[in-house]
């Protein structure tokens, strides 16, 4: 799985320009952190932890003032980014570069709010860890996929594994999971598609290549890639499932 995570997420720029292009193509153009946000009694956050944090994209979108931001990720690439994107809106920010899950070396019932945007599939192991160090009234913010993100793509292809990575912690078995460790638990759905029409094959193609590691799991990349690319010409339109669902928890 760290051979996936870093061939997928270590060369930040594509990232990045992934991360555009899917809010071009999503037909929910609400921003899914603004949602998240209202969620959440701000007044009482001074100490967040981001488990799986990349290069700040989460705190790009928060306000502020905090008096500390810890950001935890398996790649060190992310540091310099997601230091300055937490910087701008805390007076203490720290980055640990280790692989989740793991004992954190951190006081007990320490943060006030603890967020995991599109990471805790690849570690739910760690949720016992996250809730030690979270505070007795704070919050636990996740932000997850749907298993159903995969249905356009098994029609024609069989994608197990992948969906397995998915099921680590998806919008259908999150709330299971989370309540083996925490209560007071509730969820919002962000329905949304990403789509691309005839004259959008290279964004198409860039979105496939971006996900190749993770399709190769299951099927050799190039042959997803010629299927799609063929079926958005023939089709003319392509849709994929993109619904996301936003957890709340408390200790
Ligand atoms: C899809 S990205 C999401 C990043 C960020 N939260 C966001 O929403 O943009 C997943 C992140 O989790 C990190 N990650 C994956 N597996 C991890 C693990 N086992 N321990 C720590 N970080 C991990 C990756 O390096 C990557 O930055």
New binding site residues.
């Given amino acids: 799985?760290?051979d996936t995570?870093v061939q997928?997420?270590?060369n930040l720029p594509v990232?990045k320009v992934i991360?555009e292009l899917i809010k071009n193509h999503s037909e929910n153009k609400a921003d899914i952190r603004l949602v998240a946000q209202k969620l959440i009694d701000w007044r009482a956050v001074r100490t967040i932890l981001?488990?799986?944090?990349?290069?700040g994209?989460?705190e790009k979108a928060l306000v502020g003032p905090f008096d500390s931001i810890t950001g935890?990720?398996?790649?060190e690439e992310?540091k310099a980014e997601f230091c300055e994107a937490a910087g701008r809106i805390a007076k203490e920010v720290i980055f640990r570069n280790?692989?989740?899950?793991a004992p954190l070396d951190l006081p007990a019932d320490h943060f006030d709010l603890i967020a995991?945007?599109?990471?805790l599939y690849?570690?739910p192991e760690a949720l016992a860890e996250i809730k030690r160090v979270l505070r007795p009234e704070g919050t636990f913010l996740v932000?997850t996929h749907s298993e159903s993100m995969l249905k356009e793509g098994e029609q024609y292809f069989n994608f197990s594994n992948l969906k397995k990575v998915i099921q680590g912690f998806s919008a259908e078995n999150g709330e299971t999971m989370l309540q083996k460790h925490f209560t007071r638990i509730t969820s919002i759905d962000y329905d949304n598609a990403i789509v691309f029409n005839s004259d959008e094959s290279e964004d198409l193609a860039l979105y496939i290549d971006f996900k190749k590691a993770f399709i190769s799991r299951d099927v050799v990349p190039l042959l997803v890639m010629e299927r799609m690319l063929h079926l958005l010409k023939t089709k003319g339109r392509l849709s994929f499932n993109k619904n996301d669902r936003i957890f709340v928890a408390q200790k």
């Fill in positions: 799985m760290m995570v997928s997420y270590s990232h991360g981001d488990c799986g944090c990349g290069y994209w989460f935890i990720d398996c790649l992310n280790m692989f989740l899950p995991s945007a599109y990471s690849f570690f932000i």
